[in-house]
């Protein structure tokens, strides 16, 4: 059974950094084909897909987020971490990250992590 976890700060201030972790246990983060995914959602919105890092490591983000996003990937650690520059309170959300076995299906999720950013 795969499980992933989000880690990081609850409380980030404007114009910082949001730096997040997903630890993965019960599987590889490198097996083929695995596709890692940050989605966030927003108060009272829909979800909303950031980036994906796939098995290979190669990358692809959003359009509208890719200048202020970063997905990287430990693989020592198993882990997969997310960085979205600039913040601002705009960027209040419960992030997610996510695996699937393809570039369009989801088949585990972490439980999401409260991101809230505020002076």
């Known amino acids: 059974q795969v499980q992933l976890q989000e880690s990081g700060p609850g409380l980030v201030k404007p114009s910082q950094t949001l730096s997040l972790t997903c630890t993965v246990s019960g599987g590889s983060i490198t097996t083929s084909p695995t596709f890692w995914r940050w989605i966030r959602q927003p108060p009272g919105k829909g979800l909303e897909w950031m980036g994906t890092i796939q098995y290979s490591g190669a990358t692809v983000y959003s359009p509208s987020l890719k200048s202020r996003t970063s997905i990287s990937r430990d693989t020592s650690r198993n882990q997969i971490t997310l960085q979205l520059s600039s913040v601002t309170p705009e960027d209040t959300a419960v992030y997610y990250c996510?695996?699937?076995?393809?570039?369009?299906?989801?088949?585990?999720w972490g439980q999401g992590t409260q991101v809230t950013v505020s002076s």
């Open positions: 996510a695996r699937g076995q393809s570039l369009v299906a989801v088949d585990y």
